[in-house]
DNA sequence: TGAAAATTGATAATAATTAACAATTTCTTA
DNA sequence: TAAGAAATTGTTAATTATTATCAATTTTCA
């Protein structure tokens, strides 16, 4: 009872980074503030967290490198994306193949992703290194140059690589999206990147929350039906799921 | 007058790792707490610190409790890995292209390294996220499969990719030295890498701290004269390092 | 020099944390 | 399995830390 509870803020706050008490009390809504705070105090102790006033911060959080701009930006959205990355981390099965972006959702499905036996490839620094804290996950990084703002690579070589690299499933998560203009993101090469993926893999997953619709970036790398599961957050109005459910994609 | 009290500060944190406002307080009477918080307040923003109730803490302090393999290897013999790497980032010129392996001491050198127009390649993914840090240096990533004890990649597609590339300068280091072995690490596929490095590098730095010498492993990359500019700390035997004069080899 | 900006200090208002104790649950072991 | 001990939890009150506010002072720079 405890002991799980312990854990899972544990956990979620390595995840998270930081949170809260209020917060927390959302996560755990049948107990007491003063128990999260004794399971706090707990932690502490422990040398996991460190209690900052209003709420506690993960230590290894704090051990990744400070004030990078990848870290602030991870934060827009934070429960958005950590609960589409946890129904898409239910969509991973053992055995499989697959390619993931480096963007912040794709890093919280890598937080999120159990130690399972998959092959990951991603173009993503940050989430390669959270990958490979998993046993029994390999990963594979995509080289290039290395875009500063999102830590991840981009290689006008990427597409030979792809010649001779097999994987089932793609998930990939996009910057904006429109009905009529689709997936899109800022830049030109990462939108290169993508589109290969998207066709290389057998089946795509797009993880799109609800903040990115309506908007446009320039560059497109998918549309509406090239995609076969949207993963979205309880916010997604219902009449833009209905659109996807048309063209037979599955909404989750 | 507020610049340096902040700078007392936070040198202050760094040595004592946590200290309470009250003990702040001691070290500057003059002047009163609430400009010590506004002090404090200001050091978080800038992410160096961290407060916690009471007072406040060194993220350096929590950054050294860490529990991360690859954290912990790169304490051993720190002190020596951040004098070899000191001396390295020396004598990197602006405008210069050159190739950093991924290892612990290629870490130290990425941090020392100053923000000057450089391009890097490296197969090292958090010395490449390290360096991102930096305006003005731009860094590329050797794709392949990532080593996760040292969180580098190895691919046998590097060598096509090496093909059209260039640089001046290779600076990498070695897991082990003998004179008649040579510069050999622990891996075959790794090795394979720092050989092409130093073939297609004009000039070739090694770093190798003292600890390393007299050991062998499986795999040699380089030998004695292979290199051109040997760095090291104050540690390294004289009779070895005449060795190394004798091949016109500098050693520093 | 003199006005604007920045820094500082004292106090009040707010919020978070701890302390204390009773109520509940869980664990022993007879 | 039932009584008692130990651990866990919740409520309230007390304490303490933090922030907000505004006036006073110092610094800056035109």
Redesign the interface.
Known sequence: MKRERIEEIADLLNKRGRLTLEQLDDFFPNVSQMTLRRDLLQLEQQ?RI????GGA?S??E??K????PYAKKSASNADAKLRIAQKASNLIDAGCSLFMDGGTTAMCLAKEMPDIDVHVFTNG??V??E???KKNV?????????I?DN?S?A?P?AKD?FENTNFELAIISASAFTPDIGFSCGSMIEADLLKMARQKAKTLYMMLDSSKIGKIMPHTFARLEDIDVLITDDDFPNDMKELFRQKNIVVM
Chains 1, 2 share one sequence.
């Open positions: 040398g460190i209690r900052v006033r911060m230590v290894k704090v051990q490198v400070s004030g990078e620094l940050a390669a290194i990958l490979s804290q390999s990963v594979t990084v995509l080289g290039g140059q290395v500063k830590l690579t290689s070589v690589y």
